[in-house]
């Protein structure tokens, strides 16, 4: 799906400094979760993603040795040549830890793409979108596909995750409990407002408020957490 109004390029400037590129690929293959419709920035064409990533990837300067990828899915879509040139990029610009993020289903897939890049120096730090850590919640409400209720069994191939906040039925006590249970077991912790989409899941405004008054000023500050009130936050999207 061609999408030329998107911004691909940013900087994130506070807490862990990075580049951020929002690349294209083929499109996520679980591609069910009921909030989200980030997929659809997606192309079978992969001659034309590989255009538009090595572009996109041309503006990297490498001024904070991190650059972190993301793809609206994981990794994994993403044609070789991109692949190759994300590879490329870092070692010419002397970045020397990248971020990715991916679905639970292609956890197989990380060893090997640490492996990668690691052979070169560049530490691989990887990101699932788990969003909650009640289970049934994120499996019958959201259906993300994640057939672990182990937080510690999902943080063994992944280094950071993604948190949703914002929804119906969650309290206070259940989005502490996630925070602080990602902290537990994860090296850092993205928190991600929900914001209204064409999907069916729609921002709870109470909730929001209830985050914002209870739980943002504990750790808006905190190195080791990100807190985006819109998906654009990162400069990216």
Not at 125 to 143: A, H, M, N, W
Request: net charge negative; hydrophobic share 35%; aromatic share 8%.
């Amino acid at each position: 799906m061609e999408n030329k109004t998107l911004t691909r390029y940013s900087e994130i400037t506070e807490k862990n400094r990075r580049e951020i590129v929002l690349l294209r690929g083929a499109g996520c293959k679980w591609r069910r979760c009921t909030f989200c419709d980030y997929h659809l920035d997606f192309s079978p064409d992969e001659d034309s993603n590989f255009t538009l990533n090595q572009t996109v990837l041309g503006q990297v300067t490498g001024k904070y040795g991190k650059l972190e990828v993301i793809n609206s899915g994981s990794f994994i879509d993403l044609d070789n040549r991109t692949m190759k040139q994300i590879l490329d990029t870092c070692i010419g610009k002397k970045i020397k830890e990248v971020h990715f993020e991916c679905h639970w289903m292609h956890r197989d897939a990380v060893a090997a793409l640490r492996n990668i890049f690691e052979t070169h120096g560049i530490q691989v730090k990887i990101k699932i979108g788990v969003e909650t850590f009640d289970s049934p919640y994120r499996e019958q409400v959201l259906r993300k596909g994640i057939d672990e209720t182990s937080p510690a069994e999902i943080a063994a191939c992944f280094d950071e995750v993604c948190l949703l906040f914002g929804l119906d039925g969650q309290t206070e006590a259940s989005m502490r409990y996630d925070i602080e249970t990602g902290l537990a077991n994860f090296e850092r912790v993205c928190v991600n407002i929900m914001t209204a989409n064409t999907t069916g899941i729609k921002p709870n405004p109470s909730v929001i408020d209830l985050f914002m008054k209870k739980l943002y000023p504990i750790y808006a500050t905190d190195d080791r957490v990100d807190i985006l009130l819109n998906n654009t936050d990162f400069g990216v999207g």
